[in-house]
């Protein structure tokens, strides 16, 4: 990010948008004075109250789109008061300040909750108090509802206001998706992906005028909703795997699956159901990557092909032609240290011919906007980008089912539409999808049948 | 009943300690009795469930015969020989000298494990850090790390899983145990990097003199603490020494 000029009064509800890599969080780390002089290079000037952003502490709060990174203590009552410590506030004052904090952000727990124990929304709104407690005059937010499920979006959204309202703080917001903000700030910032500013005003003026450029570069605006996928005539259907008395579940807390899940090839399933329901064990069982607590997955032999009915008992090598998994967070499944090895992973484990496996890697490379990609380290690419080197992992060895855990988390519209069109193609092939997804809008886009747990 | 969760981590630690020293200082087998007897009669006032304690004190009941086991295999030989095969040497030495390390290891085990049941991270940070005056850099440093423990946890079973989606898992389990534990480590830096801009963003490492929400007392209960480490330690040592069994490690 460079030649940015810009000036926000105090008490303004700025919303920062731009595409991947226009800088947005480097902009909100260097407002928040977290950015080391070690890190990168620097030019210009950026002034907080007319100072440094680090010589005032405390001045200026940051939260941040990762809920568990930014849990600091055990207890939620100390971990608000961690900020207030560090600035040497008076005990008595501290813990007036943190239950104040807690009120206003809405999260009525007791002050020695656990915080591990916090759902999602709930942690993004304990990061907000121990910031609120800091008494800022600036609040900076970095994505703070990506990784959230609708009701947690709304809570988190709504807490920011309040506060905003309450102390008058400034509050700089960078966010995907412009619907959740636009109705509460006053003014947007558009970055420009080469530096500057393309864009700055009013929300409706922006959002009028760059609406459609926004929604082209990635960023969700509601009137300009991302492309969503032609269906064509689906292949035969048949059954691939069904449930007996199925019970999931990981360190002994079991829950029964729903009697009715039969996966199906070219059906796409979504399994929804607030944080903590079993989703993603459910989709793991499934997957054939974690045992039954109780019952059985049993894989029709049109799946298992010779591989005996119980996908848990497949070797590792014999789930890759049958049933591929993309993990939530993609870093948990790279392996290697070049996007093309990344691909050439599975078809490797299945002995292809070089000829075979060089066609089908390159194919994937293309269809997934990689190919300028192909020696970098899968590190050091950008969130999008790994989601979809994840997916395209899968693809390299066409199982027959897919399983996705939130595949649109965090994603911005452009990788979005890409995802669904990919998956839709994938159904309307004979293929079967399974995914687990908070994201209404995927799952109306793509699933034939929804499973709600409770 | 004694309210042992409520005294001060750093007094339980210390208390410890002074037992430790006490019995580290000898290797007779009396002294090591007398301070586990006594240890037992404070540990069963303190009101742990039994469970709990069988399986707290688990790590401790395997690790001491085991010590013993060696001890009585290769030890000092003494007195009259019992067996004897290449280094193996079973005599009246190693025996007493066995036993004497089995009581010992239980002596300074147990009560270790028993007090630390009871210690929560961030009430031991808080003695620490105000207490012996640690560096509280370093102290909530090590704190915040102590709870990422129960993520890496969670990272390790998903990159275990992964490695079975990716077809990797059906040979080469040590090469890949080792590349996995590379992936957590890299992970792991990562997490820590973003938690250290959390607390960073919270104005820590500032130079302002920091406060403490929490007071880390120490009162009456922490000094007794301390005092019945004493006791039980000078108790074993005199018992020793009048029973004319102490023999001391130096000299």
Redesign the interface.
């Known amino acids: 990010m460079r030649g940015l000029d810009l000036r926000i009064a105090p008490g303004e509800r700025v919303l920062i948008l731009g595409e991947s890599g226009a800088g947005k969080s480097t902009l909100l780390?260097a407002l928040?004075?977290?950015v080391g002089d070690d890190e990168g290079e620097s030019e210009g000037s950026l002034l907080v109250d007319g100072e440094h952003p680090t010589a005032h502490?405390?001045r200026?709060?940051?939260v941040?789109q990762?809920p568990?990174?930014?849990?600091?203590?055990?207890?939620v009552?100390?971990d608000v008061?961690?900020?207030?410590?560090?600035?040497?506030?008076?005990?008595d004052e501290?813990?007036r300040r943190?239950r104040h904090s807690l009120e206003q952000v809405g999260l009525d727990v007791a002050l020695d909750r656990n915080t591990?124990a916090l759902s999602g929304g709930q942690k993004q709104r304990l990061?907000l108090a121990?910031?609120l407690a800091?008494q800022p005059g600036l609040i900076v937010l970095d994505e703070p509802t990506a990784n959230l499920d609708p009701e947690g979006v709304v809570e988190v959204r709504d807490a920011v206001i309040r506060v905003a309202e309450s102390t008058g703080a400034t509050i700089v917001v960078v966010e995907h998706r412009v619907s959740v903000w636009s109705d509460v700030v006053d003014r947007v910032v558009v970055l420009a992906a080469g530096g500057g500013a393309i864009a700055d005003g009013s929300p409706t003026d922006v959002l009028s005028r760059q609406g459609e450029e926004l929604a082209a570069r990635g960023v969700w605006v509601p009137e300009f909703p991302p492309a969503r996928p032609v269906r064509s005539q689906r292949a035969a259907q048949q059954t691939l795997i069904t449930t007996q008395d199925l019970f999931v579940g990981?360190a002994k807390r079991a829950v029964a699956a729903p009697s009715d899940l039969g996966i199906v090839s070219s059906r796409a399933i979504a399994i929804t159901g607030p944080n903590g329901s079993g989703k993603s064990t459910l989709a793991?069982t499934l997957?054939g990557?974690?045992p039954p607590v109780g019952g059985a997955v049993v894989a029709a032999p049109a799946l298992a092909a010779g591989a005996g009915e119980h996908p848990i008992r497949w070797?590792?090598?014999e789930?890759?032609t049958r049933i591929?998994?993309v993990?939530q967070?993609p870093?948990?499944?790279?392996?290697t240290s070049t996007v093309r090895a990344e691909l050439e992973?599975?078809p490797r484990?299945?002995s292809l011919p070089e000829t075979e496996m060089d066609a089908r890697v390159d194919e994937l490379l293309t269809r997934l906007r990689l190919e300028h990609l192909a020696n970098a380290n899968p590190?050091t690419l950008s969130g999008g980008e790994k989601r979809r080197l994840s997916v395209a992992?899968?693809l390299a060895?066409r199982p027959q089912v897919l399983v996705l855990d939130e595949p649109t988390f965090g994603q911005d519209s452009r990788t979005w539409s890409e995802l669904v069109i990919l998956l839709a193609k994938l159904v309307d092939d004979g293929g079967s999808v399974i995914a687990v997804s908070h994201d209404q809008e995927f799952v109306a886009a793509l699933a034939d049948s929804t499973v709600v747990l409770a | 009943m004694i309210p042992i969760a409520s005294v001060n981590p750093v007094a339980k630690l210390g208390a410890g300690l002074l037992v430790s020293v006490f019995l580290i200082a000898t290797i007779d087998w009396v002294s090591a009795t007398t301070a586990l007897v006594l240890e037992l009669v404070v540990i069963a006032f303190m009101g742990i469930e039994p469970k709990r304690f069988w399986l707290r004190t688990l790590p401790v009941w395997v690790a001491a015969p085991l010590t013993a086991l060696t001890i009585l295999l290769y030890g000092r030989y003494d007195g009259e020989v019992y067996f004897q095969f290449l280094l193996i040497r079973i005599s009246d030495g190693s025996i007493e000298l066995a036993l004497a390390t089995f009581l010992r290891v239980l002596a300074i085990g147990l009560p270790a494990v028993v007090l630390f049941i009871s210690i929560?991270?961030?009430d031991f940070a808080d003695g620490l850090a105000q207490r012996l005056r640690l560096p509280d850099r370093f102290v909530l440093g090590a704190?915040?790390a102590v709870?990422m423990v129960?993520?890496f946890l969670d990272?390790w079973?998903?990159?275990e899983?992964?490695?079975?989606?990716?077809?990797?898992?059906?040979r080469g389990r040590i090469r890949r145990i080792a590349?996995q534990g590379f992936?957590l480590l890299?992970?792991s830096i990562?997490?820590g990097s973003?938690?250290s801009?959390?607390?960073?963003?919270?104005?820590?490492?500032?130079d302002?003199?920091?406060?403490?929400?929490?007071?880390s007392r120490w009162g009456t209960a922490e000094w007794l603490t301390l005092v019945v480490g004493v006791v039980i330690g000078v108790t074993a040592t005199v018992v020793a020494v009048l029973t004319g069994s102490w023999n001391p490690i130096v000299g």
Not at chain 1, 331 to 335: A, D, F, G, N, R
């Open positions: 780390h928040a004075g977290v502490r405390g200026t709060g940051l941040i990762d568990d990174s930014q849990v600091i203590l055990e207890r009552g100390d008061a961690f900020g207030c410590e560090n600035l040497g506030v008076p005990r501290i813990w943190v591990s990061a121990g910031v800091m990981r793991l997957g990557l974690l070797k590792s090598r789930l890759l591929g998994t993990f967070d870093e948990h499944q790279l392996l992973v599975g484990a299945l590190f992992t899968a060895t | 929560d991270p961030t704190l915040a709870r129960g993520l990272d079973r998903s990159l899983l992964a490695r079975r989606a990716r077809g990797v898992a059906d590349g992936a890299v992970l990562r997490r973003k938690l801009i959390a607390m960073e963003a919270r104005g820590f490492g500032g302002t003199p920091r406060t403490w929400a929490r007071e």
